[in-house]
């Protein structure tokens, strides 16, 4: 009788899955370096053309497995998943990169409270307590050089992270995707996400072959970069990594990604928080994590209450984003 197989260990598991945060970290810098106000549209067109060429490869046969209900489902994930990139990136043009990464970290303490109110069960004190420190965090942050109003940048990316949220709860709670192929189910909600771009970009009078036409090598590596490194690589990883770890670990390590927004925006691109903002990303950091680990310290279900529906990892594993895809 063979030996079984041994088993892969977990710190060659967790490097490629802290590879992952890194780079979604380094997108929004990416994202700010390439898109302009009038070219947003575009430049996700392109984008996610690129990643779901490779998706739909990937998945292959999957697809054409899937009913019509799911199909139905994947495309409105999909058009969530649009609202969600087009407020981040609008939002991260007209703000800092910084700024970008640590208010969108926002979601990892909406999605419990809005789990909260969708299963009428109470957040715990310490849960209310790092959610109030995350808000006053992100107060602080925005104020970075000196009490004014929030830039039009900082408010987008702040409904960008109530948004995803929804897509979060969604992901988690239609039936019709609970058995669908995570491939396939990736691949139709980029091409649904697509589809709302070439709508957009339509509508704003920017076409992605125009802009594609005017990009220097280095804008196309930026592009392929952002397609390829924070797309693809980040679904394939996430997806891999899940199965062989626990999503708990998988969502622990994704969930150090404003971290490296932070270093990588100010290392990188330049951004000078000022004091408050340092302060204020600091609280924005310890109360996103205090607030993972008040929630996987949540205790289990009475036997006569039955539980509510498990938080997916990060951005919902299947969909292959924390909607960073």
Known sequence: MPPPPARTPLWLIDVPVVLVAVVWGSSYLAAKELATGAT??????????VAGVGTATFAGRDIARLGGRELRAGAGLGGILALVLLLETYGVVHTSATNAGLIISLTMIFTPLAESAV????????????AALSVAGVALLTQGAGFTAPS????LMLLAALVRTAYVMATSRLKAIRSAPSGALTAVQFAGATAVFAAVS???RTSPLSVAAGYTSAQWAGLLYLALACTLFAFFVQLWAVRRTSPSRVSLLLGTEPLWAAVIGIAAGGDRPGPLGLLGGALVLIGTTWGRTAVGRRPAPRPDRPAGPALPVQAAVNAGDSSRS
């Open 40 to 49: 947003v549209a575009a430049l996700l067109v392109l984008r996610f053309a």
């Open 119 to 130: 299963t009428r069960t109470r957040p715990t004190g310490a849960f209310v307590g790092a």
């Open 152 to 155: 039009a940048g900082d408010l």
């Open 202 to 204: 339509a509508v704003t």
